[in-house]
């Protein structure tokens, strides 16, 4: 299992942890705590779209031979800026500055200009046949990508933990 499967899978496991054993948490204020708390203050970061046109990687490798990157997330990152313009970070890898391990894009206070971000990032992921990860706080949007195969297993991993809950 690599990196993004592990990572998706972290990230199914809190999610529903959260909504099977909590009354009504702010899962916007815990995303937002867990960003500051695990990315920004332990991680080293570079502006997004400067690191991907200065040919960085996050989904892609040379093995790959994808072109999510700058096909898919460098366009979405400079939409997401046409509608507001707010920080977004490539969170660098410890040992290899040119690989991002999460991409952050700050949110804009106006609920409009969200809205406009949630149709970018859903228009995005359509194009995609793997899947955008998404964590929406209430300041951050946090963003990885799983391939399609990842994307299978997280759905289906996601409806038997549904089934489970129903008996």
């Not at 496991?13 to 960003?35: R, W």
């Not at 708390?37 to 970061?45: A, F, G, P, Y």
Request: proline share 2%; with cysteine.
């Amino acid at each position: 299992m690599n990196r993004r499967q592990l990572a998706g899978i972290h990230l199914l496991l809190v999610l529903t942890s959260c909504l099977s054993g909590c009354g009504k948490p702010d899962y916007k204020k815990f995303a937002d705590k867990m960003v500051q708390k695990n990315v920004l203050e332990k991680r080293e970061s570079r502006r997004a779209i400067e690191f991907f046109e200065e040919d960085g990687h996050f989904f892609d490798d040379e093995e790959s031979g994808t072109n999510v990157d700058r096909e898919i997330l460098l366009p979405l990152l400079k939409r997401l800026m046409d509608i507001a313009s707010t920080e977004q970070l490539a969170m660098l890898h410890p040992d290899d500055k040119n690989r991002a391990l999460v991409l952050l894009v700050e949110l804009p206070k106006d609920a409009e200009a969200r809205k406009k971000m949630e149709q970018a990032v859903s228009e995005a992921d359509d194009r995609f046949d793997g899947e955008i990860l998404q964590q929406w706080g209430h300041e951050w949007l946090q963003m990885d990508v799983v391939d399609k195969e990842t994307s299978d297993f997280l759905k289906e991993a996601e409806e038997k933990t549904r089934q489970r809950q129903r008996k």
